[in-house]
Each structure stands twice: as C-alpha cells, then as structure tokens.
C-alpha cells in the first residue's frame, strides 16, 4: 500500500542554517505530495504542495520539489529561523478520490538562537 | 482560518467507558475526516466521510465509530475506551476529493486511565 518515509528527527539547527527534511514514498499511480506543519499546541496547516512530477511547491521560504525517479519530496529552506521550529509531517493523496491523506510520522525541528 | 471546532479539546477517563468526541465546521466542506496522532506514527486515519451518512473506514478503525447526520458535524465514538487509545484526536475538512487541501482542527486530547 502507499506510504510516506520521513527522516528521523528531532533536528536541531542554529538560526540561519540551511535546512533539508528528507521524505521519500511509495505509491501507486499520481498521487499528489504535501508538506504540513504543526506548531506547538496547535492543529496541522498545509505549508506547499506539488501535484505532478517535476513541480515544485514553495511558501515562506521553503521548497520542495516532486522527484518521480527518486519518489522524494525533500523540503528544504535557505535559512531558517527560531520562528520554524515546528513539527513538519510529509504526506501524499491516498489512490482513491476521497482527499485522504496518507503521513509520514513527523520530523521535529528545533531552532536555537 | 477555517471554522472547524472540536469538542471536548481535553478529556480524561476511564478504561471501559464510552466516549464521543465532536467535530463541526461551518464551511460546509463535503469531506471530513478523523485522524490520530501518535509519538512515531504520525497521523493515521481513523474514518472518513464524503457525505451526511456516508462513511468508510480509515486504517486504524477497529475500536471506533462514526456517524454523520449534517453536513457541518462528523462524530467519533468510542464504545468502550481502552488505554491503547490515549492519543490526539484531530478532525480535518476538505472540499475537494482530489488534490485538496486539507483544513484541521486544534485537536482533542483524550486519555484513557
């Protein structure tokens, strides 16, 4: 079945370091890829997403581009801030056209001053 | 942000006790879902629906039911609580069946002693 594959966290980076979250899946067919974060106390928002190969999301300085060859979606940002330090879960659409989402288990990142 | 309330956000009982967590919405999105999250899963789904009565089972639903008689509310019962199912309990709404963003509510906090 489809599955997403996160890098085991937490990842704990200094202000203005570059970041990369690595996730890869599994799927059948097209599915669509997502990237949502979750920040302390709070419920899951969609920060980008990619609908084919080869697209890339992008929003608040984070990027992720839909790899078919290597089936990633790593997210990446130049330079991040105290201000990110959030739980970041990788997702992609179930085959079926119910809008389900199927997650990987979550990278926590931590940003220190 | 999208208006999507859940009810209760914390909740303390006991093994064997029947529990019903509440989801509403106000923006009379089609689907809606439940989600779990849990240390080292990530998000899994619960059950599902894509319509007023129209529900289907997600990937860990033994143990729970739901049921949907409007549009803007989506229950999530607990027969019998245990304590495998402390977790956060997260509904989420989507319009679109396909590719669509989904919108998430703060989360419920249920524990099960």
């Known amino acids: 079945g489809d599955s997403v594959t996160q890098m085991e966290g937490p990842v704990t980076l200094s202000e203005e370091a570059f970041l990369t979250i690595n996730c890869t899946y599994t799927a059948t067919g097209y599915p669509s890829l997502f990237w949502y974060v979750q920040y302390p106390g709070e419920g899951l928002q969609l920060l980008l997403k990619?609908?084919?190969?080869?697209d890339k999301g992008s929003n608040k300085g984070f990027e992720a581009t839909y790899r078919k060859e290597t089936t990633s979606f790593h997210l990446e940002k130049g330079s991040v801030q105290v201000s990110d330090s959030a739980v970041y879960f990788c997702a992609l659409s179930a085959s079926s056209n119910t809008g389900k989402l199927i997650f990987g288990q979550g990278t926590t990142l931590q940003v220190k001053p | 942000d999208a208006g999507i309330t859940q009810s209760p956000r914390h909740k303390v009982t006991e093994t064997g006790t029947p529990v019903t967590l509440r989801c509403h919405q106000t923006e009379n999105h089609r689907y809606m879902y439940w989600y779990r999250q849990d240390p080292g899963h990530g998000l899994r789904l619960i059950h599902y629906?894509?319509?007023?009565?129209?529900?289907d089972k997600g990937e860990v639903s033994d143990g729970y039911s739901v049921s949907r008689s409007k549009t803007e509310d989506f229950l999530l019962t607990l027969e019998s609580a245990t304590s495998s199912q402390t977790s956060v309990y997260f509904c989420?709404?989507?319009?679109?069946?396909?590719?669509?963003?989904?919108?998430f509510g703060e989360g419920s906090r249920l524990t099960v002693l």
């Open positions: 990619a609908t084919k190969a080869d």
């Open positions: 989420a709404i989507s319009g679109r069946g396909s590719a669509g963003e989904l919108f």
């Open positions: 629906s894509y319509g007023v009565k129209d529900t």
